[in-house]
């Protein structure tokens, strides 16, 4: 059943656009990652004009988060004060990232240094997390379960000034470090348009020892309130919010999200860190490939404005 | 026209010279007819058919002729600026290294004829009724040796994307000709061609030479729930989003309560 996107100005099959919303919905619900860095590339492919595809994606992130971030609010799983001042830091790493991005355009090649460095943060992250949650996992067989944090145990950036106390997340550590997650973050989220949940994910697990439940719950709660502020402002400056298209994929979403948190709590820490990984890896592989590698074609129609 | 003036029969000749001292001598006349003026999307919009029905018309002070007409027509839709990007090697990676823009091109471009295109015009006549999405673009350097192989592989590759798009096609079969003087043209509307104003330009020629051209006109626009939504994204943007977000953050909450266990 062919359904006409007023804004996207194409029509695309009802059941497709549900299918894919769900998937992706599944995901984020599982990893506590928005989601959008499939969903965008997905819509891209079906036809979707790539500034549509961005914003809209938006909203089907800020669905499934909200769906996501409730389940793990009633089992106790989400620490709202860690997602506030990650969300603090967040915002200060945006308005840097579109300053940046604006300049980035006069200095030329400047967004081959960025790929080319996210690409390494990602293999490298997935890398490190596969060997360290395959050892986890073998270590377990063996009966010795992995411990991620020792008792009293704090590294050199949590005894930095500030201190704050985290009860949900049983830890206690200097705001600095986590500001600064916050604002890297979403720096590289708004230069590089991706959400950046599967960069928090690793990083409070492994850097913070947050237990991984909680990691995923907090995550969550963090892009529902950047995708929100996102939409907003997608849907005033670039007007390329599809509300039909969005509609369609949330209703997908959400309730894959559902069956992605169910499935994600029955999970071991080990399991979920190497599934994580594996993810990450994916994503890393796939911006890799855009880049190394001769292209099928050299030429392509980037852009198409219509005169008003 | 005159040149093609021919007298067919000495007897009849002096009606003929008579006639044509009383009114010049007439061309063909082109009249064209739409299936519909307007095309409404809906959200079951999957892309439109339009016919044009022609008939040329002659009476007895047109010129006679030999051979049959034929008829070709060019489709314009509303023009907009096109962006082509090439990637080029930096080391073992590829990036994107140059980008050109285009202004003014026909965003659905659609070549219409009763047989293929290469036996009914040359390419001067080609040039003079644009038949082809190249006749929209900038022209060249004149002087061959400022010419930019560059410029010649965007212009190649602009053609090439847009027929691959389906922006730009070319149908020799669209145009059937009923009775030698009647016909009609079948243009076929994707559902990715933009809204807006599409021109019809028809031309009826004979031995390859054009005779007489027609205009006609239809309107592409969203109606109803369409409409109201893209109009309510551009002049409501902030009650837009926040219904937008609103709707997320609901039917988050809904599917949240509905697969509560507990």
């Keep these: 059943m062919q359904l006409y996107l007023p804004i996207a100005e194409l029509p695309l099959n009802l059941f497709l656009l549900l299918g894919m919303g769900g998937a992706i919905g599944f995901i984020s619900g599982l990893f506590g990652v928005g989601g959008g860095f499939l969903l965008t590339p997905l819509l891209i492919f079906v036809g979707v004009p790539a500034p549509v595809a961005v914003a809209t994606s938006s ?8 769906t996501g971030s409730l389940t793990y609010w009633r089992r106790r799983a989400l620490d709202l004060k860690l997602g506030v001042v990650l969300v603090a830091g967040g915002l200060v790493g945006t308005i840097a990232g579109v300053l940046f991005f604006n300049q980035m355009r006069k200095l030329g090649h400047l967004d081959l240094v960025i790929t080319v460095s996210y690409v390494t943060l990602l293999m490298s992250v997935g890398c490190l997390m596969f060997v360290e949650s395959v050892g986890a996992l073998l270590e377990r067989r063996k ?7 020792q008792a009293g145990e704090h590294r050199w950036y949590e005894r930095l000034p500030f201190p704050m106390r985290f009860h949900r997340s049983k830890m206690s550590t200097s705001v600095i470090p986590l500001v600064a997650l916050g604002a890297i973050i979403g720096f590289i989220g708004t230069v590089l348009g991706i959400g950046g949940g599967f960069l928090v994910v690793p990083a409070l697990i492994y850097l913070f020892r947050v237990p991984t439940s909680i990691v995923v719950g907090t995550s969550l709660f963090q892009i529902l309130l950047t995708m929100i502020v996102a939409t907003l402002l997608h849907a005033v400056f670039s007007q390329a919010v599809d509300v039909l298209l969005a509609m369609t994929l949330v209703v997908g979403g959400v309730i894959g999200a559902q069956f992605g948190a169910r499935t994600g709590q029955a999970l071991k820490g080990e399991q979920f860190r190497l599934l994580l990984a594996l993810l990450i890896l994916i994503v890393g592989i796939r911006f890799a ?9 050299l030429y392509s129609i980037n852009a198409t404005v219509v005169d008003r | 026209m005159s040149a093609g003036f021919s007298i067919p029969a000495r ?12 009114a010049p001598v007439r061309g063909e006349d082109l009249i064209l007819a739409l299936s519909t003026r307007e095309v409404a999307i809906t959200s079951t919009y999957t892309g439109a058919e339009i016919t044009v029905f022609g008939l040329i018309e002659r009476d007895a002070r047109t010129i006679a002729r030999t051979g049959n007409y034929d008829i070709v027509a060019q489709v314009q839709g509303p023009t907009g600026e096109v962006t082509v990007q090439r990637k080029g090697k930096f080391g073992p990676i590829w990036l994107t290294d140059d980008r050109k823009k285009y202004a003014k091109i026909p965003l659905f471009f659609s070549i219409l004829s009763s047989r293929p295109l ?13 038949l ?23 212009r190649n590759a602009l053609l090439r994307l847009r027929r691959d798009e ?42 390859g030479l054009p005779l007489k051209t027609a205009q006609a006109g239809f309107v592409v626009r969203k109606v109803g729930f369409d409409a109201f939504v893209a109009n309510a994204a551009r002049t409501e943007a902030w009650g837009y989003g926040l219904f937008t977000v609103l709707m997320a953050v609901m039917m988050g909450w809904i599917a949240n309560l509905v697969f509560r266990k507990d």
């Design chain 1, 143 to 149: 009966g010795k379960p992995a411990v991620l944090r």
């Design chain 2, 11 to 22: 007897l009849a000749s002096l009606v003929l010279a008579l006639l044509a001292l009383a």
């Design chain 2, 118 to 130: 290469t036996a009914v015009v040359d390419e001067t006549v080609r040039e003079k009724l644009m």
């Design chain 2, 166 to 207: 389906g922006g730009l096609t070319e149908d020799p079969k669209s145009i059937t000709m009923i009775r030698p003087n009647l016909f009609t043209a079948r243009i076929v509307l994707p559902a990715t061609a933009p809204t807006g104003l599409y021109l019809v330009n028809l031309t009826v020629l004979a031995e």
């Design chain 1, 289 to 297: 490939l855009d880049i190394v590698g001769a292209p099928q074609d």
């Design chain 1, 59 to 66: 909203v089907h992130i800020a669905a499934s988060s909200v």
């Design chain 2, 132 to 154: 082809g999405l190249e006749y929209f673009l900038p022209k060249p350097e004149a002087q061959p040796e400022k010419r930019d192989l560059d410029d010649f592989g965007f």
